[in-house]
């Protein structure tokens, strides 16, 4: 079982920049890959980034690539995504989410279905 709360979101005009976090607990939280989500009104949940159990692996979308960067504390038990440049088609609810890897070396995933926990949101709002 993994509990994730997410935080950092509000509003923000285009071109600034804004910090997720998000704390975990009731797992250990070095055995899961962590990922970045995001879902806007009438759409479809998609990927962000994720990362894996150690840190030194990163997945990234194209339309975030340059802009975002994923990092993770398993000391502290936390995922962050920094949001640099931020436009309007950023506009979403943002969501961490945890998937079970079993291996160090294994893919980092990045289809939603390999995730199992997930948190409860941040809403990201960009303005023009």
């Known amino acids: 079982q993994v509990q994730l709360v997410e935080s950092g979101g509000g509003l923000m005009q285009a071109g600034g920049s804004l910090r997720l976090s998000c704390a975990a607990s009731g797992a250990t939280f070095s055995s899961y890959a962590m990922g970045w989500f995001r879902q806007a009104p009438g759409k479809e949940r998609e990927f962000v980034a994720a990362i894996s159990r150690g840190g030194g692996r990163t997945s990234y979308a194209d339309s975030v690539k340059g802009r975002f960067t994923i990092s993770r504390d398993n000391a502290k038990n936390t995922v962050s995504l920094q949001m640099n440049s931020l436009k309007p088609e950023d506009t979403a609810v943002y969501y961490c989410?945890?998937?079970?890897?079993?291996?160090?070396?294994?893919?980092?995933?990045?289809?939603?279905?390999?995730?199992?926990?997930w948190g409860q949101g941040t809403q990201v709002t960009v303005s023009s």
């Open positions: 989410a945890a998937a079970r890897v079993g291996w160090s070396l294994a893919p980092v995933p990045v289809a939603l279905g390999s995730y199992l926990y």
